[in-house]
């Protein structure tokens, strides 16, 4: 089992940029690919980006490709999502998972992950 924490949520302004971390625990981080998804209440979860299990390769929600960047250091156990150019429909709290693949475009479906993080709240005001 691998434990997952978000960090890096807050309020900002629209057109601000926030950046996200996700740190792993466990020895099997860089075996796999790394998502992030959001939700907001009464909404569904939502796909944002994913990266695969070197890094070589991301996926991105057409609603954040060019604003958001996600990235990882296998050597931190860290997973990031750096987001520019924030747009208050992009409120919501972020969960970053572990996919039990390694990379795909299957990767944009949230039953491909078996490991999720608590959560962080990105607040964008208008």
């Known amino acids: 089992q691998v434990q997952l924490v978000e960090s890096g949520g807050g309020l900002v302004q629209a057109g601000g940029s926030l950046r996200l971390s996700c740190a792993a625990s466990?020895?099997?981080?860089?075996?796999?690919?790394m998502g992030w998804f959001r939700q907001t209440p009464g909404k569904e979860r939502e796909f944002v980006a994913a990266?695969?299990?070197?890094?070589?390769?991301?996926y991105y929600a057409d609603s954040v490709k060019g604003r958001f960047t996600i990235s990882r250091d296998n050597a931190k156990n860290t997973v990031y999502l750096q987001m520019n150019s924030l747009k208050p429909e992009d409120t919501a709290v972020y969960y970053c998972a572990r996919s039990g693949l390694y990379s795909g475009t299957l990767l944009q479906r949230g039953d491909t992950y078996d490991n999720w993080g608590q959560g962080t709240q990105v607040t964008v005001s208008s």
């Open positions: 466990g020895r099997t981080f860089s075996s796999y690919a």
């Open positions: 990266v695969s299990w070197r890094g070589g390769t991301t």
